[in-house]
């Protein structure tokens, strides 16, 4: 129960202290809200192997190991975005993948189921801008030899529930 003055600064600190969500002053999520400083290092020490897309086996466990880390849901659920934006660059062998997310992603946020799901598509969308900061023009570069028609593949069966990935029902 909140018991201080009817301030905004401190009843934000008092709200991020006891549900560990931060705001800024208007309301809006923090800049980099959803970034994940040991999936973002992971990215930064790895990022030639995840532009090639090629041999990218270690690099998705260590991403898988890291899910321990997190015990918050909200942080778990972006962990698991990060090894799901990997594992799509491992089978598809190109980071266009995550040129693809990125568009569905602002499709999706036409029109959110909630305001949770609003947040945590706004979380995702900075994950997949931590990619473009990190890997630059390399994340958008393809077989040159190769048209992406040919080299498109069928999509891959997951072995995870697309929906707990893209949240699509209200939480």
Same mark, same amino acid.
């Not at 990125?102 to 999706?108: G, Q």
């Not at 947040?119 to 890997?135: G, P, Y």
């Given at each position: @129960?909140?018991?201080?003055? #009817?301030?905004?600064?401190? $009843? @934000?600190? #008092?709200?991020?202290?006891?549900?560990?969500?931060?705001?800024?002053?208007?309301?809006?999520?923090?800049?980099?809200?959803?970034?994940?400083? !040991?999936?973002?290092?992971?990215?930064?020490?790895?990022?030639? =192997?995840?532009? &090639?897309?090629?041999?990218?086996?270690?690099?998705?466990?260590?991403?898988?190991? #890291?899910?321990?880390?997190?015990?918050?849901?909200? @942080?778990?659920?972006?962990?698991?975005?990060?090894?799901?934006? %990997?594992?799509?660059?491992?089978?598809? !062998?190109? =980071?266009?993948?995550?040129?693809?997310?990125?568009?569905?992603?602002?499709?999706?946020?036409?029109?959110?189921?909630?305001?949770? +799901?609003?947040?945590?598509? %706004?979380?995702? +969308?900075?994950?997949?801008?931590? #990619?473009?900061? $990190?890997?630059?023009?390399?994340?958008?570069?393809?077989? &040159?030899? +190769? &048209?992406?028609?040919?080299?498109?593949?069928?999509?891959?069966?997951?072995?995870?529930?697309?929906?707990?990935?893209?949240?699509?029902?209200?939480?």
């Amino acid at each position: @129960m909140y018991g201080g003055r #009817f301030d905004k600064i401190e $009843i @934000m600190a #008092f709200i991020a202290d006891k549900t560990g969500i931060t705001r800024q002053q208007n309301g809006a999520l923090p800049e980099g809200a959803g970034l994940l400083k !040991e999936m973002d290092e992971l990215i930064k020490a790895n990022k030639n =192997t995840i532009a &090639s897309g090629k041999k990218m086996k270690k690099i998705v466990q260590k991403a898988k190991e #890291f899910l321990e880390y997190y015990d918050d849901r909200d @942080m778990q659920e972006i962990a698991e975005y990060y090894v799901y934006l %990997l594992e799509e660059v491992e089978y598809h !062998e190109e =980071t266009s993948v995550i040129d693809d997310e990125r568009y569905y992603l602002i499709r999706e946020l036409v029109d959110p189921k909630g305001p949770r +799901q609003r947040e945590l598509l %706004l979380k995702k +969308q900075n994950v997949v801008r931590q #990619f473009f900061d $990190i890997m630059g023009d390399k994340l958008l570069k393809r077989n &040159s030899k +190769q &048209s992406p028609i040919v080299k498109a593949k069928e999509p891959r069966p997951h072995n995870h529930n697309h929906d707990k990935i893209h949240r699509h029902e209200e939480l």
